[in-house]
C-alpha cells in the first residue's frame, strides 16, 4: 500500500479538495493519507505557507494547483515504482521499508536535537566562556587549586599571556605592553614587576591582590565566544530567521582585520631582520583585540549558525513526516 503524505493546515479549502480527490481515488490506488499540520513547526510553515497543499508519495511531490488527473497520474507512477522494487526484491529497499516504519531512539534524539540544538550550542559555548571568568573569581576567594585547574585546563588553548588578558578585581583592567602605547594605565611591567619580554613569566603570572587576576582566556579569545553567544541568543529569540551572512562579508569583515592584527604582530616580533625590515615591531592594544575578535566571532557565528539551521530544518520536516507515518499506521 502506498503512502501518501499531505502538507496542510486549518481552513485550507484547496487541501479539504485534494483529500476528496484522493478518497475517490481510494479503491483504484490504495493508500494510506498522512496529514502534517505545517503550523506544528515553524520551519514548515515558513516553507509551505504559500504553496499548500504540497502531497508527496515515494519520490514525487505535487504542489498546488493540481487537480485529480495530476494525482492519478502521480499516484499510478508511485504504485509502479513500488511494484518494480517489490518485485525485483530489493534488499536494500525493504530495508529502508522496514526502517521507515519503526520509531528508534535515535530518530527520537535527532527530533529533540533539531528543535533544541540552539539551546545546546548557546549553553556549551556559555559554559565554556564562563569557567575562563570563574578562575579568578576562584583565586580571589582563596579557592586558589581549583583555580589554577582551570587555568592548567585552558592552557592548551589559548597562550593566557598576562599582558594580552583582562584582569577581575584589581587596579585595571588590563595592563598592556608598553609596546602598545595605550596612554592613561600601568603597564604590564610596571603593576607586576615581571619582564614583559618574558613570555615564560607573562603566561605563568595570574595575578595578585593589586593587579587582580586574570581571565583563562586572552582578550581577543573572550570576544571571540561572547560575540558567538551574543548572536546565538538573538539568532534563537528571532525564531532562526536570520539568513546566513554571505561568505565574502565574512572574509573582509571577520577574516581580515583578525589576520592583520594579529599575524603582523606575530610577524613583527620574530625578531629576524630581514622581517624587521619589512614590518615594524608592533604590539596590538586590548581594544583592537576586542574589535577584530568580535568581528571575527560575530561574523563566524553569522554564516556558520544559520546553515546549521537549515540542514535542521530539513532533519525536522524528515522526523516529523517519519513519526507522522508511523503513528497513522
Given at each position: 500500500m502506498l503512502t501518501v503524505t499531505l502538507y496542510t493546515r486549518k481552513e485550507c479549502h484547496?487541501?479539504?479538495?485534494?483529500?476528496?480527490?484522493?478518497?475517490?481515488?481510494?479503491?483504484?490506488?490504495?493508500?494510506?493519507?498522512?496529514?502534517?499540520?505545517i503550523e506544528s513547526d515553524p520551519a514548515l510553515l515558513e516553507k509551505y505557507h504559500l504553496e499548500i497543499p504540497v502531497l508527496e508519495v515515494g519520490p514525487y511531490r505535487k504542489k498546488a494547483p493540481f487537480d485529480l488527473a495530476d494525482l492519478k497520474m502521480t499516484l499510478g507512477a508511485a504504485r509502479d515504482r513500488q511494484d518494480q522494487f517489490q518485485r525485483l526484491g530489493d534488499?536494500?529497499?525493504?530495508?529502508?521499508?522496514?526502517?521507515?516504519?519503526?520509531?528508534?531512539?535515535?530518530?527520537?534524539?535527532?527530533?529533540?536535537?533539531?528543535?533544541?540544538?540552539?539551546?545546546?550550542?548557546?549553553?556549551?559555548?556559555?559554559?565554556?566562556i564562563g569557567l575562563p571568568f570563574l578562575a579568578p573569581v576562584l583565586m580571589k576567594s582563596g579557592a586558589e587549586?581549583?583555580?589554577?585547574?582551570?587555568?592548567?585546563?585552558?592552557?592548551?588553548?589559548?597562550?593566557q599571556l598576562g599582558f594580552r588578558s583582562f584582569f577581575l578585581f584589581g587596579q585595571q583592567a588590563y595592563y598592556p605592553r608598553d609596546a602598545a602605547g595605550v596612554a592613561g594605565v600601568m603597564t604590564f611591567t610596571e603593576a607586576t614587576g615581571l619582564d614583559e619580554n618574558n613570555l615564560v613569566e607573562a603566561r605563568n603570572f595570574l595575578?595578585?591582590?593589586?593587579?587582580?587576576?586574570?581571565?583563562a582566556l586572552c582578550q581577543r579569545d573572550v570576544a571571540i565566544y561572547i560575540s558567538i553567544l551574543l548572536f546565538?541568543?538573538?539568532?534563537?529569540?528571532?525564531?532562526?530567521?536570520?539568513?546566513?551572512?554571505?561568505?565574502?562579508?565574512?572574509?573582509?569583515?571577520?577574516i581580515v582585520p583578525i589576520g592583520l592584527d594579529g599575524f603582523s604582530q606575530l610577524f613583527s616580533q620574530i625578531g629576524l631582520d630581514a622581517i624587521a625590515?619589512?614590518?615594524?615591531f608592533r604590539e596590538s592594544t586590548p581594544l583592537l583585540r576586542v574589535?577584530?575578535?568580535?568581528?571575527?566571532?560575530?561574523?563566524?557565528?553569522?554564516?556558520?549558525?544559520?546553515?546549521m539551521e537549515e540542514s535542521m530544518r530539513e532533519t525536522r520536516e524528515l522526523m516529523l513526516k517519519k513519526f507522522s507515518v508511523v503513528k497513522k499506521s
Open positions: 484547496l487541501c479539504e479538495q485534494v483529500k476528496e480527490d484522493l478518497l475517490a481515488l481510494q479503491s483504484d490506488f490504495p493508500h494510506r493519507l498522512v496529514e502534517i499540520d534488499e536494500e529497499y525493504q530495508k529502508r521499508v522496514a526502517k521507515g516504519q519503526e520509531i528508534s531512539g535515535a530518530d527520537r534524539f535527532s527530533l529533540w536535537m533539531s528543535r533544541n540544538y540552539m539551546i545546546v550550542i548557546n549553553l556549551l559555548v556559555m559554559f565554556y587549586l581549583p583555580a589554577r585547574v582551570l587555568y592548567t585546563a585552558y592552557s592548551p588553548l589559548c597562550h595575578g595578585n591582590e593589586q593587579v587582580g587576576y586574570k581571565i546565538g541568543i538573538v539568532f534563537s529569540l528571532t525564531g532562526r530567521r536570520i539568513k546566513p551572512l554571505h561568505w565574502m562579508a565574512w572574509l573582509l569583515i571577520g625590515a619589512l614590518i615594524p574589535l577584530t575578535g568580535a568581528l571575527f566571532g560575530l561574523t563566524t557565528a553569522w554564516f556558520g549558525i544559520p546553515y
